[in-house]
């Protein structure tokens, strides 16, 4: 019976919300910024489930751990982070493309717009930066109050 009431509930929004009869309150953003990290947190689990490759997704997470760079080819700021699961992820940073994140640190919440390639260790995010031929969605992170893209 519950689950009756909620898919009318849900129908009666959805008619509502199309006849312009109801809106949501753009400026409660509390419920949409927890609903868009839930849906990344999803997002992620599912992507790792299913060992997905290039797919592009905004996340937020604290660092765990800051790496030395990659300096193979193009150069690269790494470093761990831990998403609300509990899953880790490397992030590749291209810092010859964008600016290094400053100061950044263990226990620091970031914010990133990259994409996701699967591996066994949780994955990782790559792409966090803009892209100067102008055929690839740019990505960015986030940090005290800075972005870097």
């Known amino acids: 019976m519950s689950q009756l009431k909620n898919i009318a509930l849900l129908v009666l929004l959805l008619a509502a919300a199309y006849f312009g009869l109801w809106t949501p309150n753009e400026h409660d953003t509390t419920a949409s910024v ?10 992620i689990e ?3 489930r299913n060992r997905a490759t290039d797919l ?14 990659d300096r193979e080819g193009s150069r690269h700021q790494r470093f761990i ?3 609300e699961s509990g ?3 490397l992030v590749a940073h291209n810092i010859d ?3 290094r994140v400053k100061n950044l640190k263990p226990g620091d919440r970031v914010q990133i717009h990259g994409v996701y390639e699967w591996n066994e260790k949780g994955g990782v995010v790559h792409w966090t930066h803009h892209d100067p ?16 893209q």
């Open 87 to 89: 899953r880790t992820l």
């Open 56 to 69: 592009q997704l905004t996340l937020e997470g604290r660092v765990k751990r800051v790496l030395s760079d």
């Open 133 to 148: 031929q102008g055929r690839h969605q740019g990505g960015w992170i986030k940090h005290q109050g800075r972005t870097y």
């Open 34 to 43: 927890e609903s868009k990290q839930d849906l990344s947190q999803d997002q």
């Open 46 to 48: 599912q992507a790792f």
């Open 81 to 83: 982070i831990n998403v």
């Open 97 to 99: 493309l964008a600016p």
